[in-house]
């Protein structure tokens, strides 16, 4: 069964900084696109980020472009998500996804809050 455990999420500042982390095991992670979603009270989960398999290819959400950066190490099956300028309407519980044999696997997710 494919892991996705994501962890780094915590209370910040508006304007502060904070780094996500999924750890990804029980599949060939380095043939993977990852994904970094999140979802707030009362929303739809959206889409943030994407990354290709070997890392040459992103995609952003535009409420977020040029404020967040997805990265992967394939030797560590992880992937990243460096979130800096944060927001309020940041604040969601981001999730790590794969698609995997026709499958979509979700982590637990991490709590991100903005607040001063």
């Known amino acids: 069964q494919v892991q996705l455990v994501e962890s780094g999420g915590s209370m910040v500042q508006p304007g502060g900084s904070l780094r996500l982390s999924c750890a990804a095991s029980?599949?060939?992670?380095?043939?993977?696109?990852m994904n970094w979603y999140r979802q707030a009270p009362g929303d739809q989960r959206e889409l943030v980020a994407t990354?290709?398999?070997?890392?040459?290819?992103?995609n952003y959400a535009e409420s977020v472009k040029g404020r967040f950066t997805i990265s992967r190490d394939n030797a560590k099956n992880t992937v990243y998500l460096q979130m800096n300028n944060l927001k309020p309407e940041d604040a969601a519980v981001y999730y790590c996804?794969?698609?995997?044999?026709?499958?979509?696997?979700w982590g637990q997710g991490t709590q991100v809050t903005v607040s001063s």
């Open positions: 990354i290709s398999s070997g890392g040459g290819s992103t």
């Open positions: 996804n794969v698609r995997w044999r026709g499958n979509a696997y």
């Open positions: 029980r599949f060939i992670f380095s043939v993977s696109a």
